[in-house]
Structures are given as structure tokens and as C-alpha cells.
């Protein structure tokens, strides 16, 4: 039988902050956490707008500790401390209640920046003296495996790296894992960490970076705009508690969201390139998963990274997934105030949709002056929307490689 699964905490560690109440309020007033932040040297390098995050490990994992981890290892470890302090199952010094809960997370690249560094130790210093240790540092797994040896978890241990879906896909094979009866708790989520030279410099070789706007580089994340010119890349941790009906109950725990639907497919049509059968199959498999009409739903919290050729890709697919109905949905970014975070964007968005439920408020698509006409559904242009009657949302995470994953929220 097939069971409920609902959100019960959450962990942050994002461009707006840590706090996840105060970060939805701000991405709801449309406030950027884009910065112009140099990237390489002053004689070789350029100014790009960035959504950094304001973190630093110090006393808050010890010393040991940190010498073995990389910095999206670093944050995943605390995101998950404050998603298990939220949910009830974890207080300082005490032990998490479930020891068999799973760990399922999504992570892009891993430690970008011990790779890098070995890169420089072996190649510009010429030296064999690199960190005995940059071998479990880079592994994409890194922050799974952190978590589950920080807080004794002795569940399945997952990772996913599937670029721009990573962590839509660990909260979905989560959600199916407790769904199903395998699990009666997960931690999931992403964590990404990526903002050093050598990867922004790839990045920017690809051509898939914003440029900083003349309003700004807090204007420089446009998703739908005609003034779009690519995203801009984050950084970010973000965990969440995922319980079975039955556990909560036992606990009288009272949920954020139910996630209530999951859907995955793949293009198999271009490595960069999106297309839209493929997103659309997602979709249509969620909502099929969630067992409801696609009337039921009404926000969507979009993929749309501000890419020229993206936007309007998943407009399409909105469009031939929901016909009629489309012209009632509300469909927002929010990338387009804490940028595009990768392995971790689709958990960040995952718990911001489910904010968005439990406040009965739609985010909106920030930077939207000038509506690109291939984007012409309700994009909830510059601020946010009072929705006392939100019951149902979608959160989309279309990835390079042609992997889409769509999960289905519901109020609770």
C-alpha cells in the first residue's frame, strides 16, 4: 500500500541566507542575492554576477573534520544539522532518533575546488605534494557520505549526479523509497560548490552565463525576459526531512508539505541543448504518479534558468502538458534572485514550493520588464503573489544531458 510522504524540515545554507523563512521572504519581494564577484586574477579574469553564500566552516564542524572535507561537503553537513534540528529528530549533543534513516543526494561536481587546487599543485607548482586526501575530497558522493558519518545514519546512502537535476532526483527516489515502504525516513537533497576559477572559466566557455545588466548585476538573472542572456551560477546547501505518515504521527509532528508526485524522463536529443517532449514526459509522469488531474494544479516553480533558448522550451511543454489549462497556472523562477545552483537548485526550489504551500504566497519571477512573447503564460513578473488557495504545485528541474525530473507538491 502505497504510503504518505510529507517534508517535515528543512536545512539551508543559500545565497539569501540560512534561515528558510526569512530567505522565502526575501526571494518573495523579489530580492536578489546576486553579487558582481571577480573570478580569477586581476590581470586575467573578469567580473561576473554571482549568488554566493556568506559561509565559513570555523566552529561549526571541527577542525579534523574539515581538513577531509570539501566545501560542498562543508555545507551539506550543516544544511542537513539544521534540516534534522527543524524536523524534531536532532538536538545538539543528543543522537538523531532514527539511526536507519537514508541519505539521498544530488551533487553536480563534487569538490571543484580541491580538484582545481590539486590541478595547480601538480601542473603551476610542479610538485608530487598535493593532499593525500583530494581523492575522497572530489568525489561527487563526498557530502552524502559526510552526513551519514556525522549524524550515525545507517540507512541507504544515495547520491545522484545528474547536472541541473541532481537533487530533484534524491528527493524523488526518496520520496519513493519511504513511499513504497523501504524507508520511514530520509534526509535529502543537494549541495554544489563550484564558484572557483577553473569551473566558472569552463562555464563561461560553454556560453551559458549571464552578463551583468545596466541595472546592475542583481538584474543580470532574466528568466522569460527578451533581455535574458544566461544564468547566473550559485552555490548552496539545502536538506529535507522526508517522513512517512506513520512516523510523524508518532512524533505529532506538524508537516510543512506532502510531496505527492514524481516524474523523470530524458530527452535523448542533445548534451546542452532542451527539448521539450522530453520535459513534458516528466510532468505528465508526476502528475500521473500524484494520482490527480492537471487542473488540480496551479503553480508551477519553473526550471527556466534565463537561458535565450530554455525559457521558451518550457513554456511549450507547460503549454502541451496542461493546454487549456495553462493559461491559469501561475509559473515562476526563482533562479532569478538566487541563481542557478546546479546539484543543489532543484532541492532549493523543492523547499521554497514548499513554503510557498504552507504560506499560501506564489514567488515571483524577479528581473521581468520585458516579457519575451515566447513566454506568454503568467510568469508572476517582479513581486510576489498573495494565493490563499494554493493547494497543488509543481517544481521542474530540466538538467544538461537531457535528464528531467519533476516532483508534485500539496498543502497540508
Not at 29 to 54: E, K, M, Y
Not at 346 to 371: D, F, M, S, V, W
Request: with cysteine; hydrophobic share 40%; aromatic share 6%.
Amino acid at each position: 500500500v502505497a504510503r504518505r510522504v510529507f517534508i517535515t524540515g528543512l536545512g539551508l545554507i543559500a545565497p539569501h541566507g540560512e534561515d528558510p523563512v526569512s530567505i522565502f521572504d526575501r526571494i518573495y519581494q523579489g530580492d536578489s542575492a546576486v553579487r558582481l564577484v571577480r573570478s580569477g586574477t586581476a590581470d586575467f579574469g573578469s567580473d561576473l554576477p554571482l549568488a554566493t553564500v556568506d559561509f565559513t566552516p570555523k566552529d561549526r564542524i571541527p577542525k579534523t573534520q574539515q581538513l577531509f572535507m570539501a566545501r560542498a561537503s562543508q555545507m551539506a553537513v550543516v544544511a542537513a544539522e539544521g534540516a534534522l534540528q527543524s524536523s524534531g529528530l536532532f538536538r545538539e549533543g543528543q543522537s538523531v532518533e532514527n539511526g536507519e534513516m537514508g541519505v539521498y543526494m544530488g551533487c553536480g561536481l563534487g569538490g571543484a575546488e580541491i580538484l582545481q587546487e590539486g590541478y595547480r599543485t601538480y601542473f603551476v607548482r610542479q610538485s608530487r605534494r598535493g593532499r593525500p586526501s583530494t581523492v575522497p575530497m572530489i568525489m561527487a558522493s563526498g557530502p552524502a557520505s559526510h552526513i551519514s558519518m556525522r549524524f550515525g545514519l545507517h540507512g541507504p546512502t544515495h547520491t545522484y549526479s545528474i547536472a541541473c537535476a541532481s537533487s530533484t532526483v534524491a528527493i524523488g527516489e526518496a520520496f519513493r523509497a519511504i513511499r513504497d515502504g523501504y524507508l520511514d525516513t530520509a534526509l535529502s537533497g543537494g549541495a554544489e560548490a563550484m564558484l572557483n576559477d577553473g569551473s566558472i572559466a569552463a562555464w563561461e566557455r560553454l556560453g551559458v552565463l549571464a552578463s551583468s545588466h545596466m541595472d546592475g548585476p542583481e538584474a543580470s538573472s532574466r528568466p522569460f525576459d527578451l533581455e535574458r542572456t544566461g544564468f547566473v551560477l550559485g552555490e548552496g546547501a539545502v536538506l529535507l526531512v522526508l517522513e512517512a505518515e506513520s512516523a510523524l504521527r508518532e512524533r505529532a509532528v506538524d508537516p510543512i508539505a506532502e510531496i505527492i508526485g514524481y516524474g523523470v524522463s530524458s530527452d535523448a536529443f542533445s548534451l546542452t541543448e532542451p527539448h521539450a517532449a522530453g520535459q513534458e514526459a516528466a510532468m505528465r509522469s508526476a502528475i500521473t504518479d500524484a494520482d490527480i488531474e492537471r487542473e488540480e494544479v496551479q503553480y508551477v516553480n519553473a526550471h527556466a534558468t534565463g537561458t535565450p533558448s530554455g525559457d521558451p522550451i518550457e513554456i511549450e511543454a507547460i503549454k502541451n502538458v496542461f493546454e487549456d489549462h495553462a493559461s491559469n497556472l501561475a509559473v515562476s523562477s526563482t533562479k532569478s534572485v538566487h541563481g542557478h545552483l546546479v546539484g543543489a537548485s532543484g532541492a532549493l526550489e523543492t523547499a521554497i514550493t514548499a513554503i510557498a504551500l504552507q504560506k499560501g504566497r506564489i514567488p515571483p519571477t524577479a528581473n521581468l520588464t520585458h516579457p519575451d512573447p515566447c513566454c506568454d503564460l503568467d510568469c508572476v513578473p517582479g513581486y510576489g503573489r498573495e494565493a490563499p488557495e494554493l493547494t497543488v504545485a509543481v517544481s521542474n528541474s530540466f538538467a544538461f544531458g537531457g535528464s528531467n525530473a519533476t516532483l508534485v507538491l500539496r498543502k497540508v
